[in-house]
């Protein structure tokens, strides 16, 4: 990825034929939620032009010129709809572009469009999608992971380089693992999240996704950085981490939590997990076996803490502001008629679980104690590290991607994809996942964690990892 040898116009036209061959049909991919070919056609000549005149004028045409890139359908877009993969937003305009968005433009990307989702991002399979499933290029009988499994699938199947994602308890990192690709969550609030549609504001991040860790390195330091636009976003610089990336895992102490390999782990992603950290350990790592206790309850007291914020924050579609309207009698009955037909059912128990969850009388039993877990999982994450660790090594996900239907009617198993990934979220802590093989010809993902604003250190590993594993650097 990078300055090319093609214009903008060509690759407008490359991954327009891409997307319009892998997508197409009744067992396509079904990657993209919008792709308009006329609109990155003129979009690609304007650029071409402006690349032109930085030429002649000795300027740069931006880190990313001319690289196409894929955004995740919740984030906000003008020249795009923005749907969220959900009924309640059909074919609704924002009438302002994400922080992100206006980067990757800035950096002379092209937005290829916008990718399929679960609904609101609630999901581990892109089967919460109003508008159909996405099927893993890998193997279209099964799911590319979720929520962002549009993106992933996108860079999988090589319709784009590069692509934006969001992850609030693995949405990035579970799919990419998935379909075989890098997936980045960078640490909270490195990257402003103004223009992504809120899910549960306190774990959401935008992160990238793709085929190596310098392209999702590279995406990193365009989009993040200080944005006076989310008081959320970290008053700090971008980081820099494309030096970071040949400096090898020499002497770098690589600790293996012991709760992430246990008795009910996929024996091939075991396997490929620890055939990765011996790699790891012949290129100079020192591996140390380290204890996270907390780690089994991260998925209950994600059910509690994720439908409690994303209650809250769905409260605002209610026929009056955006998108759907369904027209009834009063206000209350028109809210009504409008979230019973927008919404899937995914996303109502997810309003039904928070608005319990927070009612009277229940909020000490579940909300504050999901509080107390989560505090104790962030100090048992800090106590690691200080004792030495610079990063971790985990599974990204306790198997390979699931048939599709397999997991639909039975929602607690389809959380439990997010077992490895959520208790990062509620850290605050960067992780990336990297492929470190197939199983029956399925990708595995292996995942490294790292302290808050660890990113370089963490892009330092996973670059090495991607390496003893005959990765695509
Ligand atoms: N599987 C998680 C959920 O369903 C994924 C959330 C996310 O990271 N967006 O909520």
């Not at 040898?5 to 939620?33: K, P, T």
């Not at 989009?223 to 820099?240: E, F, K, N």
């Not at 439908?307 to 009834?328: K, Q, T, Y």
């Not at 009612?359 to 504050?368: E, K, L, N, V």
């Amino acid at each position: 990825m990078g300055e090319g040898a093609l214009s903008a116009a060509e690759v407008a036209r490359e991954v327009s034929e891409a997307i319009a061959a892998g997508d197409a049909g009744e067992n396509g991919v079904n990657a993209f939620l919008s792709h308009d070919a006329n609109l990155l056609s003129a979009r690609a000549a304007a650029l071409d032009e402006a690349l032109e005149a930085a030429r002649r004028e000795g300027r740069s045409g931006g880190r990313l010129a001319g690289v196409a890139v894929a955004l995740k359908d919740n984030l906000c877009t003008t020249d795009h709809p923005t749907t969220c993969g959900s009924r309640i937003l059909e074919g609704y305009r924002s009438p302002y572009e994400a922080t992100v968005v206006r980067r990757l433009r800035s950096a002379g990307a092209l937005i290829a469009g916008k990718t399929n989702m679960d609904e609101f991002a609630m999901g581990s399979s892109t089967e919460n999608s109003a508008f159909g499933p996405t099927r893993n290029p890998h193997d279209r009988a099964r799911v590319p992971g979720g929520s962002s499994g549009g993106s992933a699938a996108a860079v999988a199947a090589g319709m784009v380089p590069a692509a934006l994602g969001s992850d609030t308890a693995g949405s990035v990192r579970q799919p990419a693992s998935f379909c075989g690709v890098v997936g980045l969550k960078p640490t909270y609030g490195a990257v402003s999240r103004y223009g992504l549609v809120a899910f549960a504001s306190s774990l959401d991040q935008v992160g990238t996704l793709g085929r190596t860790v310098e392209d999702a390195a590279l995406l990193l330091e365009v989009i993040a950085g200080r944005d006076t636009l989310d008081s959320t976003c970290a008053d700090r610089p971008a980081p820099t981490l494309l030096p970071e990336l040949d400096r090898g895992v020499d002497g770098l102490v690589v600790g293996v939590p012991e709760e992430y390999f246990p008795g009910g782990l996929d024996p091939g992603v075991r396997r490929l997990a620890l055939e990765a950290l011996e790699a790891l350990e012949s290129a100079g790592a020192r591996v140390r076996p380290v204890s996270l206790p907390t780690t089994p309850l991260a998925i209950p007291t994600y059910y509690v803490i994720g439908p409690a914020e994303a209650s809250s924050n769905l409260a605002r579609f209610d026929g009056a502001r955006f998108g759907l309207r369904v027209d009834a009698e009063t206000t209350e009955a028109m809210s009504r008629a409008t979230r019973s037909r927008g919404f899937g059912d995914e996303v109502k128990r997810r309003v039904l679980l928070g608005t319990h969850v927070l009612s009277a009388g229940q909020r000490d039993r579940f909300y504050a104690r999901a509080g107390q877990v989560r505090a104790r999982l962030a100090a048992e994450f800090a106590a690691v590290f200080d004792s030495g660790v610079d990063v971790l090594f985990t599974p990204t996900t306790p198997a390979p991607a699931f048939p599709m239907g397999d997991r639909t009617g039975d929602p607690y198993r389809m959380y439990l994809a997010d077992v490895f990934t959520v208790p990062v979220n509620f850290a605050g802590i960067p992780a990336v996942t990297v492929p470190i093989g197939t199983v029956a010809g399925l990708p595995v993902g292996g995942q490294i964690i790292a302290p808050a604003w660890g990113e370089p250190v963490m892009v330092r590993a996973a670059a090495a990892l991607e390496r003893v594993v005959g990765g695509a650097r």
